[in-house]
């Protein structure tokens, strides 16, 4: 290895860490849940509330969950060691593929290792030079990797500028697209924000594109027994295919999966790269999966929670004087402008036992930094006014609130 190679990566480091954009992993000592016992430096701090989990419906520790995943343990092995098309396919696979497929209305689906690389594969193994790919500025990285590996055409409209999509999808036509697809986060995880799924699939009619609709911090929670922000704005039967994560809301452990009609799914299976050079799935998180649909199918009570909590979080806030981004959504951005606030801010509310967020530019824009915070169903009255304690006290300590 050449000397100078390790000295560049060093540099690379050094810059990162003088702007300040170094993550830093807290390591977590508990299962994840509503409060957990982290970390903090040689010592162990108990009952830290957990507000940054994308953990909605508090599935994540579930015992129903773990037995599942131990039964699927004694009876169908640990790993597949194999990918699914060679001989990686237990018979749960296909009925975890098919029940996604029923929650979420659609004629079938395919499961990937992530989330990720269900976005990676999809693209590619659909579209080709003659096509075309519109995308929101703010969609997940995973979606813009996606496009970048597949040969279509690309347009980007400005984040849910709906006008701008209209002008990019003229574009797309007159430059003689033979399809084209918008593509789009259903949650934008920065800000808590829905796509305007009425206005994109209206939009979609009108010019006769398909529409991809990635749904990774909606399905489990949002709409009629959570199967999405699509259904949650009566939308379902527009939206053509449909990206999610088995590790957010369904459980929280990892795996993906795309949706959508039969045909797409038969070719995704044929094509997409993820799929085919990645190993399958192991037993115990299909068996897990599909103990957690089982649940969130019935888990109105849990989603009103999660919106009760929500609602009593922001207006919490909001009394305090924090500025918040609207929305119905649980992750709830509390908006601070600078980053250096915004990590005194996050810092001084661990050590005043809340764990948050905070993001800065290049993940937000400059000057938009912000401690995201995310609630779940799990979450008490009691944990919410700690938490909303903490942060007043982390506001005026820090200067932010008098
Ligand atoms: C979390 C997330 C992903 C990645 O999902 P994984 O299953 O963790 O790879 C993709 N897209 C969006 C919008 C996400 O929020």
């Not at 929670?221 to 053509?240: I, K, L, S, Y």
């Not at 957690?292 to 849990?302: G, N, R, S």
Request: glycine content about 8%.
């Amino acid at each position: 290895m050449p000397t100078s190679f390790l000295d560049t990566v060093s540099t690379t480091l050094a810059s990162l860490e003088e702007d300040g954009l170094i993550k830093i992993e807290r390591e977590i000592l508990s299962a994840q849940k509503g409060r957990i016992t982290v970390a903090d430096g040689t010592e162990s701090r108990p009952g830290v509330i957990n507000m940054c989990a994308n953990n909605y419906l508090g599935l994540a520790d579930s015992p129903a969950l773990v037995e599942s995943a131990k039964d699927a343990l004694d009876h169908q092995g640990y790993g597949m060691a194999s990918v699914r098309f060679i001989c990686g396919t237990q018979k749960s696979h296909r009925v975890l593929e098919r029940r996604l497929a029923q929650f979420l209305g659609k004629d079938d689906s395919i499961l990937f290792a992530a989330c990720f690389d269900a976005n990676g594969g999809l693209f590619e193994a659909l579209l080709g030079p003659e096509d075309a790919v519109v995308s929101d500025s703010l969609n997940h990285a995973s979606i813009i990797d996606g496009i970048r590996l597949c040969k279509a055409k690309r347009y980007r409209y400005e984040n849910s500028n709906m006008a701008d999509l209209e002008k990019q999808l003229v574009l797309a036509k007159e430059a003689g697209a033979r399809f084209v697809m918008i593509a789009t986060d259903g949650v934008f995880s920065m800000d808590g924000y829905l796509a305007n799924l009425p206005e994109i699939t209206r939009l979609a009619k009108k010019f006769d594109a398909l529409v991809m609709v990635d749904d990774c911090h909606s399905t489990g929670f949002m709409g009629p027994q959570g199967r999405g922000t699509a259904a949650h704005f009566g939308v379902n039967d527009d939206v053509d295919i449909l990206t999610g994560t088995l590790g957010k809301a369904l459980g929280g452990a990892l795996g993906g999966y795309i949706a959508g009609p039969q045909p797409v799914v038969d070719l995704l299976r044929q094509r997409a790269r993820p799929y085919l050079f990645s190993n399958a799935l192991p037993p115990s998180i299909v068996a897990s999966s599909l103990a957690a649909l089982t649940i969130v199918e019935q888990a109105d009570d849990l989603r009103e929670q999660l919106f009760v909590n929500t609602v009593y979080w922001r207006e919490g806030l909001t009394n305090l004087g924090f500025t918040l981004l609207p929305g119905e959504h649980p992750i709830v951005p509390v908006m601070l402008g600078d980053a250096k606030l915004a990590q005194e801010m996050a810092s001084r509310l661990f050590d005043l036992g809340v764990y948050v967020s905070p993001f800065f530019y290049p993940v937000v824009p400059k000057g938009s930094a912000r401690i995201r915070t995310q609630i779940n169903a799990t979450h008490t009255r009691d944990d919410l006014d700690e938490a909303l304690a903490a942060f007043n006290q982390a506001a005026i300590e820090t200067g932010l609130l008098v």
